[in-house]
């Protein structure tokens, strides 16, 4: 498998990659660098002490992860470092742990940002509402959250250099997606780790079931990246970028993208709209619409918006009915009286589904929301699951799709 020329045929928007785990293997993408495709990419790097491990991977892959390593090479894991702590990165920490215990190595070295350990210590204290929002968001019903986490042996807070083997590593923090993110920078082969910071869609700065995001530092992070210079680009989701030019473009026209989303919305702000105006208003920019690497397949820039929203003006969206709303239920009791009942609410919904656009489906939730609040018979579940699975198909993004498909389950539950 040629990596570099599905990795081009990706740049130029050909989709022939496949899902984002069509390619597994282990790669050599630079001098003693190889790179292990999956869901939360692997980056090995060779040194005279042995192994550099950039990420480990997630619980369900992280063993077919290190397989195809020790393919590639059988030298012992000196230092793994965590671009961030979330869990699809991190997991597979242990495995080398007990590798080293059984061949009576060492252990590796782990080295994270400071915020890691917050972070770690939040998921187990928050673990019942991650495995719920996590099932929901990926579909996958008996999805399980970790308890127990490998927490880095050593942290830093702004910037570190790390000296293995011969081999220089500069870490660098950043807040994106995440408030504990490192960039790994190896200027002698011109390989530059970014994690998260780049993922081949529109970033992921707005998801509506997670912590706060921060869109404005994710974009400095980016132009800052862009004026190192590498070569190749290992992302911590999807394909590499290979060629300084090509980095430097998608690094550059992301940090764009995101600059354009914070400077409209807090423009809007400051003139006082509210968010209701700012989402109907906002847009990315237009000539970066057909960039394969910026489609909003995971999170959408109408959830950017929200982010930004709460991070600079808090919760509260300007209408003056929301700062102090009235129990969801008393106003779906309100507006279905209103109605005449459930029947000529249900059989709006109806022909707003029929209808199909974006609005009108938008319309037909908050009203088949008011029914299901005050009865929730047969009827009632039947157009609520065609609702919400119509809405799940057209869904451009992950995070929507997950929402919507979690809605359809639950309005027919399969022991119905």
């Not at 042995?50 to 012992?76: C, K, M, P």
């Not at 059989?347 to 029914?371: K, P, Q, T, Y």
């Not at 057209?394 to 399969?414: H, K, L, Q, Y």
Request: charged share 25%; glycine share 8%; net charge negative.
């Amino acid at each position: 498998m040629d990596l570099e020329a599905i990795a081009d045929q990706r740049w130029r928007g050909e989709d022939t990659a496949g899902p984002e785990d069509a390619v597994t293997g282990c790669f050599t993408v630079a001098q003693d660098v190889a790179f292990l495709p999956s869901f939360g990419n692997v980056v090995a790097l060779g040194s005279d002490d042995g192994l550099v491990l950039v990420d480990t991977g997630a619980d369900f892959n992280a063993a077919g992860i290190r397989q195809s390593l020790r393919a590639w090479s059988e030298a012992r894991v000196h230092t793994i470092v965590y671009t961030h702590g979330h869990v699809d990165h991190v997991m597979g920490a242990r495995l080398y742990d007990d590798e080293a215990d059984e061949h009576h190595w060492p252990r590796p070295r782990v080295v994270a940002h400071e915020r890691v350990v917050a972070r770690f210590e939040r998921y187990a204290l928050t673990a019942g509402y991650n495995e719920i929002t996590n099932r929901r968001q990926f579909n996958r019903p008996r999805l399980r959250w970790p308890r127990e986490f490998r927490f880095p042996d050593e942290t830093y807070r702004d910037a570190t250099t790390l000296e293995v083997g011969g081999l220089s590593l500069q870490l660098r923090h950043e807040r994106g997606e995440t408030d504990d993110a490192t960039v790994v920078w190896v200027p002698e082969r011109g390989v530059l780790c970014c994690g998260d910071l780049f993922i081949w869609t529109s970033p992921n700065a707005g998801n509506p079931q997670k912590v706060q995001r921060y869109p404005r530092e994710w974009a400095a992070a980016l132009r800052h990246m862009a004026e190192l210079g590498a070569e190749v680009l290992l992302p911590g989701h999807g394909l590499p970028i290979f060629g300084a030019a090509r980095v430097h473009q998608a690094l550059s026209e992301t940090a764009r993208y995101l600059e354009s989303i914070v400077d409209d919305v807090v423009a809007m702000m400051n003139e006082g709209a509210g968010l209701g105006e700012i989402l109907e208003t906002v847009r990315p920019p237009a000539d970066l619409a057909d960039r394969p690497y910026l489609q909003a397949t995971y999170d959408e820039p109408e959830f950017i918006v929200h982010a930004i929203w709460r991070r600079y003006g808090g919760w509260w969206d300007g209408d003056p009915a929301s700062v102090k709303p009235a129990p969801a239920r008393r106003l779906a009791d309100e507006i279905v009286a209103l109605a005449g009942g459930t029947d000529p609410v249900l059989a709006r919904v109806a022909e707003l589904v029929e209808v199909g656009d974006d609005e009108s489906l938008r319309v037909a939730g908050h009203l088949m929301e008011s029914v299901w609040r005050v009865a929730r018979g047969p009827a009632q579940a039947q157009l609520r699951e065609r609702l919400y699975a119509t809405r799940a198909a057209r869904a451009s993004s992950t995070m929507a799709r997950g929402v919507f498909s979690g809605a359809a389950r639950e309005s027919i539950p399969d022991d119905h």
